[in-house]
């Protein structure tokens, strides 16, 4: 089955700063890539997504980019704001069938001012 | 609110009891899944519907575990003679299907089997 590595488990940026955040995928069959957004005691919030035949989407201070060849795809926050601060989670799965997601381990961001 | 809703938010339950979630998915989704998380960790799959078919389980989903969509609305997720390893965060999530992927996560049920 799929498997998504997610790297750094924790990051901290200054206010205004640009924090990345990136994920690794195992099967190449995967095409549909989301990102979310939790904050304490809350559900998942979907922020972005990109699929497997763009290479880069980008909303407002939000881009992520995808490197099929590489399996690997990043999350780009840009002039981060202290309501930045969450857990991030990458997510991947195929689309057609169930399009059950498997997700990351998620990434704390902490934006400092 | 139209997005998706859950019921209960939190259940605190004693070992060998059994509980019941609901979830409301956005009106008109057809796909509704539902997911586990643990502290610290990513949502796990554990099941899905398609209308009012269940058509993919986890191995997750242990024999304790049962979930229906009776009409193809609402969805219940039931879980027998609990365990202190199924306190977790119960989360739903809904798809519109065909050409749309997103799935829009509700709040969760937040478990604790004392």
């Known amino acids: 089955g799929e498997n998504v590595e997610q790297h750094p488990s924790t990051l901290s940026v200054q206010e205004g700063d640009s924090a990345v955040i990136k994920c690794t995928y195992s099967?190449?069959?995967?095409?549909?890539f989301p990102w979310y957004k939790q904050e304490l005691g809350k559900g998942p919030q979907l922020i972005i997504d990109i699929r497997s035949n763009v290479g880069e989407k980008k909303d407002q201070r939000i881009a992520v980019t995808l490197n099929k060849t590489a399996k690997h795809f990043s999350l780009h926050i840009t002039e981060t704001q202290p309501e930045d601060s969450a857990v991030y989670f990458c997510?991947?799965?195929?689309?057609?069938?169930?399009?059950?997601?498997?997700f990351g381990t998620g990434t704390r961001l902490q934006v400092t001012l | 609110d139209t997005g998706v809703s859950q019921d209960p938010r939190h259940k605190i339950t004693k070992r060998g009891q059994n509980v019941t979630f609901r979830c409301d998915p956005i009106?008109?989704?057809?796909?509704l899944y539902w997911y586990r998380q643990t502290l610290g960790q990513g949502p796990e799959f554990l099941t899905y519907?398609?209308?009012?078919?269940?058509?993919?389980k986890s191995r997750l989903l242990s024999d304790r575990f049962s979930a229906e969509r009776p009409k193809g609305s609402f969805s219940t997720l039931e879980i027998q003679r609990t365990e202190q390893g199924d306190s977790a965060m119960y989360l739903c999530a809904s798809s519109p299907g065909t050409s749309g992927s997103e799935q829009y996560f509700g709040p969760g049920t937040r478990l604790t089997v004392t």
């Open positions: 009106s008109e989704h057809n796909r």
């Open positions: 997510a991947a799965s195929r689309i057609g069938t169930a399009s059950k997601l498997t």
């Open positions: 519907f398609q209308n009012e078919a269940q058509l993919e």
């Open positions: 099967d190449s069959a995967s095409n549909y």
